[in-house]
C-alpha cells in the first residue's frame, strides 16, 4: 500500500478544496437553516463532473480511481456534509447498476447518472425497517405488462428532487431491487422536514400505490436484491461515508485551532491551556487515524481484494465515531460560542451523528466487523 | 483437485475452519454463509480467476460448492474466449 498521492491526487484534491472552500462552506449554514441546497449548486456540481464520478469512462463517465473519490469526498463534507449526502447517494445507485444492471440498463442510465442528468435516490428503510433492511414491506407483484409496486419508504436523502430511485421491495417473498423513475404512475413523493442532521440533504418520504414499473426496471435478480445490489450500493456508500466523517473531523480540527488560537482566557490563547491541547490532540491523531483507514479501504477496492469490504466497514466505523467525538470536543472548545450559529461547530455536530446511522448504524457494524476479522484469525 | 478447486477451497477455508471442505460439499448448508460473505465470493472469483460475474450468474447454484464454483468459471471462460 502507497501512502503517498500521486502528483495527480494532491491536484485534484487542490481543485476540490478550492471549490468548496469558495462555493460550499460559507454557505451552508443558511442551507442547513433552509433545509435544502440550491439547483444553482447542483448545477456547478454537474458542470464539475462531482455527481457520478464513479461511473467507468466507457459508460461516459470520469472513471475516478476510488483514492481520488473519496478526496473528493473529504472535501465537499469538510464543507457541507448535505452536499456531500448528495454525492453519496447519487454515486451509491450508479455503482449498483454499473455492478448489477443489465447491458440494457447500464446503457440507459450510467451516461446520464454521470452527467449528473438525473440524480439517484436509494429508497431502502421504511417507518418499520431500518437496520432490519430483510424486513422490508413494500411489496412488488406481477402486473403484466409492468411490476405493481405498494407500499412506504422513509429517510429517502435527496428522495425530493431525484429522477431515479432504487427500491428494494419483496417480490414473491424474494427481496429484489427496482430501478423506478420518479414520474411512474401511482407514486408519490412528500418533503420529510424537521431532522436535525444533515438538514439540507432533502429528505422525502415515498409512497407506491399500485406503482407501474416497467418489466425492465427489475436490476439483479429476484432474490439478491438485497444481498448483491442494494449491498453493493452501501459498500460504495460506506466508503463515501467514512470520507465524509473524515471531513467533519478535518473541519473540526481547523475550527478548533483557529479558535484556540484566537479566543484568550485568563491572560492567554486557550490553545495554551493544556486541557485544550489535550482536545485539540486527540482531534489530531483521530483525523489521521480515520483517513489511512479509509485510504487502505480505497486501495483494497481499487484492487478488487474480496476483503475490502471489511475494511470498509472498519473505515467507516471509525471515521463515523470519530467524527462524532470531535465534533462534541470541538463545541467543548468553543464553550458558549459552539452552540451559537455564528459557529459552524454545532452543525459538525449534528451531521456527525447522523453518519453514526447511515449505511449501517455503528451497532451494525459492530456485530459484522468481527465477522470479517475472525477470517483472518 | 485441480488448480481452480485448490484455490477456491483455499479462500472458503478461510470461513470454514477446522472443516476439511469437500468438492461436492453444500457450503449453504453449513451455515456461516451471509450476504457479506456471498459478495467477497463473488469478489473473489472476479479477481482471483479474472471473470465477470453478471446478474444473470446470480443463483445459489452457482455458489453452492467448490465444484459449482469451479463450473461457474469454468463456464466464464469458456464465454469470454
Redesign the interface.
Known sequence: MNLELTAAQRAARAEFRAFAAAAIAPHAGRWDREEAIPAALIEELRARRYLGSNVPEEHGGLGRDLITYGLLTEEIAKACSSVRSLLTVHDMVAHAIHR???REQRERWLPRLARGEVLGALALSEPDAGSDARSVETTARDGGDAWVLDGRKKWTTFGQIAGLFLVLAQLDGKLTAFLVERDAPGMTVQPLRGVWGTRASMLAEIAFDGCRVPRENL???P??G???VV??AL?QGRYSVAWGAVGIAQACLEASQAYARERRQYGVPIADHQLIRRLLTDMIAGVRAARLLCLRAGWMRQ????????EVMIAKYFASTLATRAANDAVQIHGANGISDEYPVGRYLRDSRVLEIIEGSTQIQQI?IP??EL??L | MDETQSKIKEFLSRFFKNHDLQPEEDIFSLGFVNSLLAMQLVAFVEKEFGVAVGDEDLDLDNFRSINAIAQLVARKRGAAA
Open positions: 448489477w444492471g443489465s436490476i439483479g435478480r432474490g439478491f438485497l444481498s448483491a449491498s453493493t459498500e484492487s478488487g481484494d474480496p476483503l475490502a469490504g471489511g459484522n465477522l470479517f477470517q483472518e
